[in-house]
């Protein structure tokens, strides 16, 4: 009898069909989104990409949102070249993003915790990874880069993102049982 309880509880964290073509969805809309619907510059991209990570760390959590992340960006960055050759470590950012993600919105989206998501990964991701990953590959220096960085990601992303995620909680939220 308590084989069959744990056998429950066990196949509720495997990943399902239904999840498994959810995530590939949103991996292909995280391409789509990063690589056609965003502005980018060498050192910086404008844009929703972050959409489909965020959908993935609110509906499942931070491992699912970390492997949306980093097989997005690598299959983006394979399939569709923006700057160069593949880099590893731009993909290991990804990874750390849906992770910080995850970790915050997967309980509860409150204006708070949504708040601290948006700062922390810009801080941790934006800020600092990927402009040392920049300042590693293009061999920019690393301060001019990361207060260029700053002035787009703080005056224009940080507040787009903490928008669209109180916009999107309470849909999601409502799709949560059926994901």
Same mark, same amino acid.
Request: aromatic share 14%; net charge positive.
């Given at each position: 009898?308590?084989?069959?309880?744990?056998?429950?509880?066990?196949?509720?964290?495997?990943?399902?069909?239904?999840?498994?073509?959810?995530?590939?969805?949103?991996?292909?809309? @995280?391409?789509?989104?990063?690589?056609?619907?965003?502005?980018?510059?060498?050192?910086?991209?404008?844009?929703?990409?972050?959409?489909?990570?965020?959908?993935?760390?609110?509906?499942?959590?931070?491992?699912?949102?970390?492997?949306?992340?980093?097989?997005?960006?690598?299959?983006?960055?394979?399939?569709?070249?923006?700057?160069?050759?593949?880099?590893?470590?731009?993909?290991?950012?990804?990874?750390?993003?849906?992770?910080?993600?995850?970790?915050?919105?997967?309980?509860? @989206?409150?204006?708070?915790?949504?708040?601290?998501?948006?700062?922390?990964? @810009?801080?941790?991701?934006?800020?600092?990874?990927?402009?040392?990953?920049?300042?590693?590959?293009?061999?920019?220096?690393?301060?001019?880069?990361?207060?260029?960085?700053?002035?787009? @990601?703080?005056?224009?992303?940080?507040?787009?993102?903490?928008?669209?995620?109180?916009?999107?909680?309470?849909?999601?939220?409502?799709?949560?049982?059926?994901?």
């Amino acid at each position: 009898m308590s084989n069959t309880s744990t056998m429950g509880a066990d196949r509720s964290k495997l990943i399902t069909v239904n999840k498994l073509v959810i995530m590939a969805m949103l991996i292909a809309l @995280q391409i789509v989104f990063a690589r056609f619907l965003s502005f980018s510059v060498w050192n910086l991209r404008i844009g929703l990409s972050f959409i489909p990570i965020v959908m993935a760390a609110m509906l499942y959590g931070p491992i699912e949102a970390a492997l949306v992340a980093g097989v997005s960006d690598f299959l983006g960055a394979i399939l569709f070249p923006t700057s160069g050759a593949y880099f590893p470590g731009f993909t290991a950012t990804a990874v750390v993003l849906g992770l910080i993600f995850g970790l915050f919105l997967r309980k509860k @989206q409150t204006w708070y915790t949504i708040l601290v998501s948006v700062l922390v990964s @810009q801080l941790v991701c934006t800020l600092l990874l990927n402009t040392y990953w920049i300042a590693t590959v293009y061999g920019a220096p690393f301060w001019a880069t990361f207060y260029t960085r700053l002035t787009t @990601q703080v005056v224009i992303m940080a507040p787009v993102q903490f928008v669209v995620m109180m916009l999107l909680k309470e849909p999601l939220r409502r799709v949560r049982k059926y994901a």
